[in-house]
T-cell receptor, first 113, second 111 residues
Framework: NAGVTQTPKFQVLKTGQSMTLQCAQD?????MSWYRQDPGMGLRLIHYSVGAGITDQGEVPNGYNVSRSTTEDFPLRLLSAAPSQTSVYFCASSVSSDRVLLYFGPGTRLTVT | EDQVTQSPEALRLQEGESSSLNCSYTVSGLRGLFWYRQDPGKGPEFLFTLYSAGEEKEKERLKATLTKKESFLHITAPKPEDSATYLC????????????FGSGTKLNVKP
């Protein structure tokens, strides 16, 4: 049981480049979410999903897209990276949003130059 | 607007010196309050969930309590391995799908 996995662990992008952060879980969790963590600001919700084919916006969705084609995977896409997107990104999953116990992945540190 | 505030931002303790971390919240209706521990370079790890005022949860040297406006994480006789950042988060009745995190308290326990 690997839990929540994220790839890559580190990434450097140039302004305007696109990329996809990968997130997968093997616990058959319905709920998956993406957060960004910036110094002094805590974790902020970007997007979330309550099941395959269902996604919705969190607090800070601008500049990010998500999709959920399977229960296991929840990729986060940056279409045109900006320096303001430099952050540490965490994926988290839970059995459901009602029965909450968020399991977090190890994070992806992204730098946009 | 839903808000979660943690204090202090940083706390340095001597080994064995007990203290408390604070998480105050302003939400339209509280569904649950969660405490997490985060080690450097890692994702947050779940510690406790509290659902109603007066509720308490304990795990080893940690004890979490909840009132209608705030939660405390009490650390009794801490050890250096308790050094980490402690995060609290709230889930509101208005939207079960969203969780609001505080900015955390960085705890450093010196031997």
């Amino acid at each position: 049981n690997a839990g929540v996995t994220q790839t890559p662990k580190f990434q450097v992008l140039k302004t305007g480049q696109s990329m996809t952060l990968q997130c997968a879980q093997d616990m058959n969790h319905e709920y998956m979410s993406w957060y960004r963590q910036d110094p002094g600001m805590g974790l902020r919700l970007i997007h979330y999903s309550v099941g395959a084919g269902i996604t919705d916006q969190g607090e800070v969705p601008n500049g990010y897209n998500v999709s959920r084609s399977t229960t296991e995977d929840f990729p986060l896409r940056l279409l045109s990276a900006a320096p303001s997107q430099t952050s540490v990104y965490f994926c988290a999953s839970s059995v459901s949003s009602d029965r909450v116990l968020l399991y977090f992945g190890p994070g992806t540190r992204l730098t946009v130059t | 607007e839903d808000q979660v505030t943690q204090s202090p931002e940083a706390l340095r303790l001597q080994e064995g010196e007990s203290s408390s971390l604070n998480c105050s919240y302003t939400v339209s209706g509280l569904r649950g309050l969660f405490w997490y521990r985060q080690d450097p370079g890692k994702g947050p790890e779940f510690l406790f969930t509290l659902y109603s005022a007066g509720e308490e949860k304990e795990k080893e040297r940690l004890k979490a309590t909840l009132t209608k406006k705030e939660s405390f994480l009490h650390i009794t006789a801490p050890k250096p391995e308790d050094s980490a950042t402690y995060l609290c988060a709230v889930q509101t009745l208005g939207d079960f799908n969203k969780f609001y995190f505080g900015s955390g308290t960085k705890l450093n326990v010196k031997p």
